[in-house]
């Protein structure tokens, strides 16, 4: 299994809801991200972990709360979000070590109404 | 802190014809980078990576990019393009220490006309 597994593909939420985006590799891989991607914009991003532990937090506003449950799976919880945090939202994940590259999730495509 | 240069924003090529994307970094030790490619609404997709040793680099689809130190660039090439090749390129560096933070050039947008 080489892919990064993003569900849902769309999502459609109210500024008051509360939902979750799921993200899911089995390829071993023990440092997983979260991006965000404005339209014609680069990545931006978020979160990381490594080995299940959060390390590196871009400043990101509350309402954004990630999880790592276990090694495989990276959710991103979503509350009281605004309408300008629509956006495509990446994961991905890497081997140990920076030089291997990223492997990406297709992403979940949010818009908050 | 590193930083990308993609000067191009859009690009135009016929099919069959030879490609290159500019990128140009700024990092003050030796970078990790790299190129990736983004079909519309679809996630990122690694084309190739440098970080030592030969200074040509062979990725898949047919790609290839040379990294200059001396011009601090890390250009893109293909000799020929197909139709499917069509979509976005992102350049991007990291960093050599620490946990993996990648930074994103803005990206190419790559048009094949037949």
């Known amino acids: 299994d080489t892919e990064v597994t993003q569900t849902p593909k769309h999502l459609v939420m109210g500024m008051t809801n509360k939902k979750s985006l799921k993200c899911e590799q089995h390829?071993?891989?023990?440092?997983m991200y979260w991006y965000k991607q404005k339209a014609k914009k680069p990545p931006e991003l978020m979160f990381v972990y490594s080995y299940e532990k959060l390390s590196i937090n871009e400043s990101v506003p509350s309402r954004f709360s990630p999880e790592c449950p276990n090694s495989s799976l990276l959710n991103l919880h979503l509350h009281a979000l605004q309408p300008e945090d629509s956006a495509l939202y990446l994961c991905?994940?890497?081997?140990?070590?920076?030089?291997?590259?990223?492997?990406f999730g297709s992403g979940t495509r949010l818009t908050v109404v | 802190a590193q930083s990308v240069t993609q000067p191009d924003i859009h690009i135009t090529v016929s099919e069959g014809a030879s490609l290159e994307l500019r990128c140009n970094y700024s990092?003050?030790?030796?970078?990790?980078l790299f190129w990736y490619v983004q079909s519309p609404g679809q996630g990122l997709q690694l084309l190739l990576k440098?970080?030592?040793?030969?200074?040509l680099v062979q990725g898949i689809k047919g790609f290839e990019a040379e990294f200059k130190r001396s011009q601090s660039s890390f250009n893109l090439r293909k000799p020929s393009v197909h139709w499917s090749d069509a979509a976005e390129y992102f350049c991007a560096v990291g960093t050599s220490g620490g946990y993996q933070k990648v930074t994103f050039g803005t990206g190419t947008k790559l048009q094949v006309i037949p």
């Open positions: 991905a994940s890497s081997q140990e070590g920076i030089g291997h590259g990223y492997t």
């Open positions: 990092y003050g030790a030796t970078p990790y």
């Open positions: 390829m071993g891989h023990r440092a």
């Open positions: 440098y970080f030592s040793g030969d200074t």
